[in-house]
């Protein structure tokens, strides 16, 4: 047995796939001060009993990116000393139902992005490359030869040699009961400092929680909530089949391709002579997580199974001799029944938590294997250099907030996430547990006058509202987009559009992300922070980004100065958890004597915006509402109606107006004046859906799609923001410098598509002379200025006004031209309301 060191810069916690990719690739990267510790043996928790298949491509094109080099390094692993039995056997998607052929197309536009062989095949296809399939009711499918299946147990001993190999310290048997931590310098962030086991304990600076499905138990040992929750997950493992023989004996190098078939819930993969059968139900069961209790794995769980639960296997086994019949009359070897942690977004878990040197690299939802290569590389780059080099936002730990720190809203999120994981991912696909929680002092209202809402980090946010079609002058039928950008369109989002730019639009923002920076360093540090000038006179606003060192934008935030010591920080509703992580980061780093806290729902946040909106405004304050008086991007503390506000003279959809902020409890109240107020000057409430085409026509970015930690300003069109030269420079501030030394390779250039009723979804590629240029980051209608409207980064000589593109749109090339921005209003005089 491996005795345990007294210290070690890094612990790696769990010892299955996870775990042991992790140590291999912190000691690829030099660190070779790492222990890792397992509880029992080397994948005794969900490891050794995956189904192992490896895809992929996936929505996201980081995850994609991920899984790309998982493939390359188990390629690289198979020709090494210790093999983990990967077979290249191509994987195979098939489509039972016309709406699924319709996302497979989708998806082989977004391989052609990201440089994957993923093509469209037929029936006869599918019969041909997976024999034992019976294409009754199959409308076609996708094929991909680089994809393949491992075997899991083997893959973690080949990554644990090679971490060993790398000076990596292995201890097996040793289960860690404790994790000590101090508090930081000024009292407001954590740290780790030590391990405790039952064989010892072990000081060090980080530790990275690769616990799998007990990874939620090992974080409660420093106080964080991992959301991942056991499910229970099974597959069949059958005896021989006569057409598994026939198909493999007489080509010895042929495997058969993975098959899934998700409007049947199956998937299945060859197992020798056999088959492995399983599938995602309808009903599933959780493992020990209860709505009132944290999951609650007992202590000697390693290396087990789950007894076998027939009547929950029923429907899978049903479908699966549908698409291969001779399932029928084949015994089965074996039932596996296995706990598996998912997450209640069907996400990974990573990287780091509140508690400085805490990471987390769990919640791997049944596609661990595949990602397990890209997720290791991802947590040593960021253990080592404190960022990735992916963009990983939506893996990134920090998307969860407080609220999955209850049982029952994390369990029925979870259990609805596995329900429908094979369920096609149409655009703005909502779920419906645990809602609504996180709510607006105006909800009722919004309710009551025909709000449809969508919900986002557990906000509920009005799309649009009951609207008057007529309000048109023209059959609303006739600007339905065409396909899936038309399926929960809503002609109300149009008159909410166009209202806006005729008269004024009231949007309920409170959902926004607000945090308070204070402290006596805290203009300092936001100098430090920020790339642009933000510690300016009192009242002042400013836009922002703030970068990583590598100059990728790590925040899209406006900055506020309230006092000499006090600022507000405001950013999407999704991304206050990041952005208050990155901080106090930043914050650490610096030792920086500043308070950091999120105040997000403590203030309403409702935008008025139009022409009229100083009119209506003006009517309910003695405040001087000028230009000269209330300059753009300023601050002003000022009574409206009988609510005491500060307003904000900023925009999101290029019209002059204010975003007004106001103690919650004054928010119902506020919000009925203001639209009592404007009932006469024609102001309308509006929703998000106005908001996305308005800011589309003015071309106002949005983070984590049309920027993010792999875009720098320069290329992102945001170079007004980057001041060089600020005393004490800013984070990013060099690799800016080099930017403009080196020039920009590609830009985020406008796209206009010849057909204005063909919107795009985003991850679209866009393509010139048959070559792929980029993908879509964003895009939509613009109804004021009645276009198509896509962003996408191009080549600097294919970013240029007039130049001819395509855009393919589930497989159909759809000619489009850049065009110059903004489209709307490109003097922005409506902003300043001239």
């Known amino acids: 047995m491996t005795e345990l060191p007294s210290r070690a810069r890094v612990v790696v916690v769990g010892g299955g796939v996870g775990g042991t990719s992790v140590a291999y690739h912190l000691a690829a990267l030099g660190e070779r001060d790492v222990l890792l510790v397992e509880r029992a043996e080397l994948t005794a928790g969900s490891t050794f009993h995956s189904a192992g298949l490896v895809g992929q491509l996936r929505a996201d094109p980081t995850l994609t990116r991920m899984n790309r080099y998982s493939v390359e390094l188990y390629r690289r692993l198979q020709a090494g000393e210790h093999p983990p039995g990967w077979v290249e056997s191509g994987s195979l998607k098939v489509a039972s139902s016309p709406q699924r052929l319709e996302e497979i197309r989708r998806q082989v536009s977004w391989a052609r992005a990201a440089g994957l062989p993923l093509e469209e095949v037929g029936p006869d296809d599918v019969a041909r490359l997976f024999p034992p399939a019976d294409t009754a009711g199959v409308h076609g499918g996708c094929f991909l030869p680089s994809d393949g299946q491992v075997d899991p147990s083997q893959l973690t001993y080949a990554l644990a040699a090679g971490a060993r190999a790398g000076g990596v310290r292995v201890a097996t048997g040793t289960r860690v009961v404790a994790i000590d931590t101090v508090p930081g310098r000024h009292g407001d962030q954590r740290r780790v400092t030590r391990v405790r086991t039952d064989r010892g304990d072990v000081e060090c600076e980080v530790v990275v929680d690769c616990g799998g499905m007990y990874a939620a138990e090992v974080a409660r040992l420093v106080g964080v909530r991992v959301p991942v929750v056991p499910m229970s997950h099974q597959y069949v493992v059958t005896e021989p089949m006569p057409a598994v023989v026939a198909a493999v004996r007489d080509r010895p190098s042929f495997h058969l391709p993975s098959l899934r078939d998700p409007d049947l819930l199956v998937y299945y993969r060859q197992e020798v002579d056999g088959l492995v059968v399983g599938g995602y139900e309808r009903d599933p069961a959780p493992f020990t997580a209860s709505a009132s209790g944290y999951d609650a794995i007992p202590a000697d769980f390693n290396g087990r199974l789950l007894p076998e639960d027939t009547d929950r296997l029923g429907e899978i086994l049903a479908n699966a001799q549908r698409r291969v019949p001779d399932l029928a009359a084949t015994g089965v070897r074996r039932v596996v029944n296995g706990p598996e942690g998912f997450t209640p977004d069907n996400e990974f878990c990573l990287g780091e938590t509140a508690v400085a040197g805490f990471f987390v690299a769990a919640g791997f939802c049944a596609h661990g294997i595949a990602g397990a290569g890209g997720i290791g590389k991802v947590i040593a780059e960021w253990v080592l250099a404190g960022e990735p080099e992916f963009d990983v936002w939506h893996m990134d730990i920090r998307r969860f907030g407080p609220a999955y720190a209850s049982p029952s809203y994390t369990l029925a999120r979870t259990v609805e996430t596995y329900a429908t994981y094979y369920d096609i991912a149409y655009p703005g696909r909502q779920r419906t547990s645990g809602r609504p929680l996180r709510t607006s002092p105006a909800y009722g209202w919004h309710a009551e006058h025909g709000g449809t809402f969508t919900e986002k980090a557990g906000w509920e946010r009005v799309e649009h509202y009951a609207h008057d079609a007529g309000l048109l002058g023209t059959d609303p039928e006739r600007l339905r987009p065409r396909g899936w950008a038309g ?88 991304y206050g958890t990041h952005d208050l992580g990155h901080l106090r980061r930043q914050a650490r780093l610096m030792d920086a004597d500043v308070r950091l806290a999120d105040v997000s729902g403590a203030e309403v946040c409702f935008a008025l915006w139009g022409p009229a909106a100083r009119e209506i405004l003006a009517g309910l304050t003695p405040a001087d509402l000028s230009d000269p008086a209330f300059p753009f991007l300023t601050a002003q503390d000022l009574p409206v109606g009988d609510v005491p506000v500060r307003a904000l003279r900023v925009t999101f959809v290029g019209e002059l107006g204010w975003e007004l902020y106001a103690p919650a409890e004054y928010g119902l109240r506020l919000w009925t004046c203001l639209m009592d107020a404007g009932r006469d000057q024609g102001l309308v409430a509006a929703g998000y859906r106005a908001i996305e085409s308005l800011r589309l026509e003015k071309a106002y970015r949005v983070w984590s799609t049309d920027i993010t930690p792999e875009t720098n300003p320069y290329e992102a069109g945001l170079g007004f923001c980057v001041k060089l030269g600020k005393p004490g420079g800013f984070v990013g501030e060099e690799a800016l410098r080099q930017v403009q030394s080196d020039g920009v390779s590609r830009r985020l250039a406008c796209l206009v598509l010849d057909d204005e009723r063909e919107a795009v979804l985003g991850g679209e590629p866009v393509l010139a002379d048959g070559e792929v240029l980029g993908r879509v980051t964003s895009g939509g209608i613009g109804w004021s200025v009645g276009a198509s409207i896509a962003y996408a980064y191009q080549p600097v000589a294919a970013a240029a006004a007039g130049t001819r593109v395509e855009v393919d749109l589930f497989g159909v090339r759809c000619p489009a031209t850049v065009t110059k921005v903004p489209l709307f209003d490109p003097k922005g005089e409506r902003v300043r309301g001239l």
Not at 507 to 536: M, Q, W, Y
């Open 487 to 574: 399926r929960d369109w809503s002609a109300s989002a149009v008159v909410e559009h166009l209202a806006t730019r005729a008269t004024a639009g009231l949007f309920d923002e409170t959902s926004f992300a607000k945090i308070d920076v204070t402290g006596p360093d805290a203009a300092a540090f936001l100098e430090r922070v920020c790339d642009n000038h933000v510690a300016r006179g009192v009242g002042d606003a400013t836009y922002t980004q703030c970068l990583n060192d590598r100059g990728g934008i790590e925040m899209d935030v406006t900055v506020t100065r309230l006092a000499a010591d006090r600022f507000r920080v405001v950013t999407g509703t999704a």
